[in-house]
Nanobody
Framework: QVTLVESGGGLVQAGGSLRLSCAFSGRPVSARAMAWFRRAPGKERQFVAT????????QYADSVKGRFTISRSNAKNTLYLQMNSLNSEDSAVYYC??????????????????WGLGTQVTVSS
């Protein structure tokens, strides 16, 4: 069993920055993909960014490319999402996800078996 706990959300002005963290515990993450998704009110869950835990290779949604950076710390068992140049369209609940079935970066939510409860990000204009 893997447990994921997000933190770092909050209220920020447009143009500002936030760093989200996702601390996980459970079985060793020797070969996993991890990702961030988000869901805005009234909208479907949306892929944000993904990383291979072993290779470090990444993928981003077009809407965040160049503004967001996903990274991980093996020592701390933590996934991060650095978010810069935030705008109102980035307001959402952000979820961390982990996959045991794939080790490559994946933007497909059905490939992630474990999910955190989410952290709210609100960008004021």
């Amino acid at each position: 069993q893997v447990t994921l706990v997000e933190s770092g959300g909050g209220l920020v002005q447009a143009g500002g920055s936030l760093r989200l963290s996702c601390a996980f515990s459970g079985r060793p993450v020797s070969a996993r993909a991890m990702a961030w998704f988000r869901r805005a009110p009234g909208k479907e869950r949306q892929f944000v960014a993904t990383i291979s835990w072993t290779s470090g290779s990444t993928q981003y949604a077009d809407s965040v490319k160049g503004r967001f950076t996903i990274s991980r710390s093996n020592a701390k068992n933590t996934l991060y999402l650095q978010m810069n140049s935030l705008n109102s369209e980035d307001s959402a609940v952000y979820y961390c996800a982990a996959s045991e079935s794939v080790a490559y970066p994946s933007q497909y939510s059905h490939q992630y078996e474990y999910w955190g409860l989410g952290t709210q990000v609100t960008v004021s204009s």
